[in-house]
């Protein structure tokens, strides 16, 4: 009977393929939105609607909470120092984000809006959308005064951003659980296990009952975020017992097969997320040799979401009736040189500045 490595035994260093993953999935986005954003529209079938019942878009970003929750919970636990912790994902997140938003209201805006110069930068609209800073703000503003407004998608300048707040939170979660596990190791170890126990098992239903209640009642927006929850819980999961789950392609590939079949139930929801975080898993730390090259380039995910649509959203205004192609190649094309120049201009320095 084989014997899989645990996920312990891979788990450590930086030789995987998450930066890879995640390049993958931040070019799924641009992918999924050269279609949305565009007038002409081919006939395509979305394979990941068809699949898992959620659109390409959803499905990419559900991959990188998964991956985010891998990754933070393993932060906290190695440095278990709530500064250090909320430093390294301010200075991830924060910097290039800044950037994208001056670049939005200075450049950006001024250069596409349909308002003159003066009423543009009068209103306090302009303003408030530097706002968008604060991700413990859920409520993300989109549009700029008269920017996009004859667009296909009107008045939408980086409809990518909204996700970032419920990472944020994210983040905060993994922190109270964090100060909660601390408390109860100290006050009461005793029954900490079965207090665990006891809010995983609570935590899952509910989850399951709210999406239920989501698909019932057409709540798709909800329903999106309760999945990005749920993979980002169980990523975290994964690396909390790491010490206990095989990394297995058959496993990964059995899990993989199982999804129509659960699709439509109850526990779905649960599933999915599980089954997507531990396949990441499998595909980050099995495959090794020639592919692990990627690493050497940088990681340029980020940039490549916070980018790309306001980039998109430009060249529809630029040409109108540009068709699907067209908008993927030139889309990915400039998206990348922007996501390079925050790489190596914003983000890599500031993280390597300790």
């Not at 970003?61 to 919970?73: A, H, R």
Request: proline residues 5%.
């Amino acid at each position: 009977m084989p014997v899989f490595p645990k996920i312990d035994h891979l788990c450590n260093g930086s030789d995987n393929n998450f930066n890879l993953i995640r390049i993958i999935c931040a070019w799924g986005v641009l992918f999924a939105h050269s279609y949305v954003l565009i007038r002409n529209k081919p006939k395509l079938i979305d394979p990941f609607q068809e699949y898992f019942s959620i659109g390409m878009g959803t499905f990419f970003v559900t991959v990188f909470f998964s991956i985010s929750g891998f990754l933070i919970y393993r932060s906290l636990y190695r440095s278990q120092n709530l500064t250090k912790y909320f430093w390294a994902r301010f200075k991830r997140i924060v910097p290039a984000l800044l950037v994208v938003l001056l670049i939005t209201v200075f450049v950006l805006g001024p250069i596409t809006t349909e308002l003159s110069y003066t009423t543009y930068f009068q209103s306090a609209h302009t303003w408030s959308y530097l706002l968008n800073i604060n991700l413990l703000d859920i409520y993300t503003q989109f549009d700029l005064p008269g920017v996009f407004q004859s667009n296909h998608h009107p008045n939408s300048v980086n409809g990518s951003l909204w996700t970032l707040p419920i990472e944020a939170w994210m983040y905060v979660m993994v922190a109270a659980l964090y100060c909660i596990s601390v408390l109860l190791d100290h006050h009461i170890p005793r029954y900490h296990n079965l207090l665990r126990s006891v809010g995983l098992i609570g935590m899952s239903v509910l989850a399951c009952v709210k999406a239920d209640n989501y698909l019932l009642t057409q709540q798709l927006e909800k329903y999106s975020i309760l999945l990005f929850i749920c993979t980002f819980a169980m990523g975290s999961l994964l690396y909390h017992f790491r010490k206990l789950i095989p990394v297995s392609g058959f496993i990964a590939i059995l899990l993989f097969l199982n999804i129509p079949v659960l699709e439509g139930s109850i526990i779905y929801p649960l599933y999915y997320s599980f089954t997507i975080a531990y396949c990441v898993l499998v595909l980050a730390y099995l495959p090794k040799g020639y592919i692990r090259r990627y690493n050497r380039i940088g990681d340029y995910s980020y940039g490549l979401y916070i980018y790309a649509f306001p980039i998109q959203q430009l060249i529809v205004l630029l040409n109108p009736d540009i068709n699907f192609s067209a908008m993927l190649v030139s889309s990915t094309v400039l998206s990348f040189v922007f996501a390079a120049l925050s790489w190596h201009f914003v983000e890599q320095p500031i993280i390597k500045n300790r």
